[in-house]
Nanobody, 119 residues
Framework: QVQLVESGGGLVQPGESLRLSCAASGSIFRINAMGWYRQAPGKQRELVAATTSSGSTNYADSVKGRFTISRDNAKKTLYLQMSSLEPEDTAVYYC?????????????WGQGTQVTVSS
């Protein structure tokens, strides 16, 4: 089965940085678009950043200039470098990917990793 596993979350103070990773595993032929979503308590899940297989990126206005999404196709890993973190960034961050695998084409989600920004 295809799995996405996030890591790197934790508790940081405002202004600090954090780097999230999402590792894909399974009988994967190709990973197309990938993205990071987040969900804060009482809020809807929202797109934070996304990247295509060719490297094109887009960001939510709230994180533009502070977050950087990147991917290592050889390692089948997605990253989110988060800088100048704010309390408003507190949420569970989820990795999402469109993947061609032995099972066909599908959309997959990771289990999420908690990011807490507090003084």
């Amino acid at each position: 089965q295809v799995q996405l596993v996030e890591s790197g979350g934790g508790l940081v103070q405002p202004g600090e940085s954090l780097r999230l990773s999402c590792a894909a595993s399974g009988s994967i032929f190709r990973i197309n678009a990938m993205g990071w979503y987040r969900q804060a308590p009482g809020k809807q899940r929202e797109l934070v950043a996304a990247t295509t297989s060719s490297g094109s990126t887009n960001y939510a206005d709230s994180v533009k200039g502070r977050f950087t999404i990147s991917r290592d196709n050889a390692k089948k890993t997605l990253y989110l470098q988060m800088s100048s973190l704010e309390p408003e960034d507190t949420a569970v961050y989820y990795c999402n990917a469109e993947i061609w695998s032995a099972l066909g084409y599908g959309n997959y989600w990771g289990q999420g990793t908690q990011v807490t920004v507090s003084s």
